[in-house]
């Protein structure tokens, strides 16, 4: 199932178009992604907020340079775009890993 067209932003990786949605609650915020051609396997992944040193939540925010570092991660890790499987849920990714 494809994302909503409302809610979701478009971006180009290596000349394909991906459509993601960022959403966050009281625990971390979650990264959808899917090829928007298709209605093949999503990308989901979650992040934690990020904390300064006094346990101070920063702003965080989730933007088209995390989206295409997020897309690249998930293709080494097997993400497969193309193809109808389950999902893959790659679950408390840290930034600096992507």
Do not use: H
């Amino acid at each position: 199932m494809a994302l909503p067209k409302k809610t979701s932003r478009l971006i180009i990786v290596e000349n394909i178009k991906y459509c993601w949605i960022a959403t966050g609650n009281d625990n971390v915020i979650n990264l959808i992604i899917c090829i928007q051609e298709n209605s093949g396997q999503k990308l989901l992944m979650n992040f934690d907020y990020i904390q300064n040193e006094n346990k101070e939540f920063i702003d965080t925010k989730i933007t088209p340079s995390i989206v295409e570092r997020a897309i690249k991660y998930g293709l080494k890790q097997g993400w497969e775009p193309n193809n109808k499987q389950k999902d893959l849920n790659l679950y408390n990714v840290k930034f600096s890993e992507l």
